[in-house]
């Protein structure tokens, strides 16, 4: 068993785009800016977000926190993209999920330029990569790819089994498992909670791509020997014991389905960092792609 160390590989990815920024400083060029709105006080959106902007820092990007109330009305929101969407010195924004009821995360998802869109959520961008087109992929999935490709994992001719449909992970894993190239090249089945015998599917399945957020979902007795395992839920689960007063739990019984597992993704320290790292590299990207075009 091999643990695909997202953590390990993360740190790599992020010395390498570090690399490249003090290269475009020394030539006198604009380094990328990312910019993150969130809405609202979520705990755990507030630390994704407040990990991504430091994360920025550290490599040498700029970046900007737009931190708006729970209160906030979707014309708000969308006036501020809006700004975004013109200010030349933005490369790439975020809009932070979940947002507030108000809002309709459809319309606020249509309002990001395409061209700044580093999430790859608006629909151009996730339909060029259902078409293998270049453009920004999703951060989560491009990551798990990305951990795929750095530990040579084979997914030619395999059966990937993607556990939830979401917008954000499942939905694209799915299409971009099943592309022409590697990785890629399987056979997918997308499973979700009306699946029947999603068991007996499971157990079918050489890679196993969790993104349930239900922890303890996936057990050895699912999975069938050397199966490659991908742990994407990112649970809190109160815990007074700890300092934090909350631990984080995947989606994987890891102790036990590590002992059967080929590869595995640890949480945390797998897929999580890794969504961290594709995002700079997107913006990366479009720093790249909004120079060309001036
Ligand atoms: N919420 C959970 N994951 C993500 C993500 O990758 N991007 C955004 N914008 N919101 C999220």
């Known amino acids: 068993m091999e643990i695909l160390d997202g953590k390990k590989v993360s740190n790599e990815i ?3 785009i570090k690399a490249e920024v003090a ?6 060029e604009k380094v990328p800016h990312l910019a993150a709105i969130i809405v609202g006080n979520d705990g755990a959106s507030l630390t994704y977000v407040g990990s991504k902007v430091r994360s920025c820092e550290r490599i040498g990007f700029e970046s900007t926190l737009i931190q708006m109330p729970s209160t906030t009305s979707e014309q708000e929101l969308l006036k501020k ?9 933005i490369d790439g924004f975020i809009v932070q999920l979940p947002l507030p009821e108000q809002i309709d995360t459809q319309k606020v998802i249509m309002a990001v330029d395409p061209d700044k869109d580093v999430d790859g959520f608006h629909p151009t961008n996730f339909g060029k990569m259902a078409l293998d087109m270049s453009t920004f992929i999703p951060a989560t999935p491009f990551g798990i790819l990305e951990l795929l490709e750095r530990y040579k994992v084979d997914t030619k001719g395999k059966h990937t089994v993607v556990i939830g449909r979401s917008h954000i992970v499942g939905r694209p894993m799915s299409i971009l498992m099943g592309r022409k190239g590697w990785p890629g090249n399987s056979t997918v089945t997308l499973t979700h909670s009306h699946t029947k015998n999603i068991t007996q599917i499971i157990s ?6 969790s993104a349930l957020g239900v ?8 999975v069938k020997d050397d ?6 839920g990112i649970t809190r689960v109160p815990d007074e014991t700890k300092e934090k007063g909350y631990y984080i739990t995947g989606d994987v019984d890891f102790e036990n ?6 590869f ?6 797998g897929v999580g960092p890794m969504t961290i790292a594709m995002l700079l590299k997107n913006t990366l990207l479009a720093r790249e792609r909004h120079r060309s075009r001036n």
């Not at 290269?23 to 006198?28: A, D, L, V």
């Not at 922890?215 to 699912?222: D, G, I, Q, R």
């Open 257 to 262: 389905v590590c002992k059967k597992a080929s």
């Open 81 to 89: 993209i809006k700004e975004l969407n013109v200010d030349d010195d």
């Open 204 to 209: 079918q399945a050489d890679i196993v791509i």
């Open 227 to 232: 199966a490659v395992v991908i742990d994407v």
């Open 215 to 222: 922890p303890n979902f996936l057990k050895a007795e699912m």
């Open 264 to 269: 595995i993704t640890p949480v945390p320290g």
């Open 14 to 16: 992020k010395e390498e």
């Open 23 to 28: 290269k475009m400083r020394e030539r006198g």
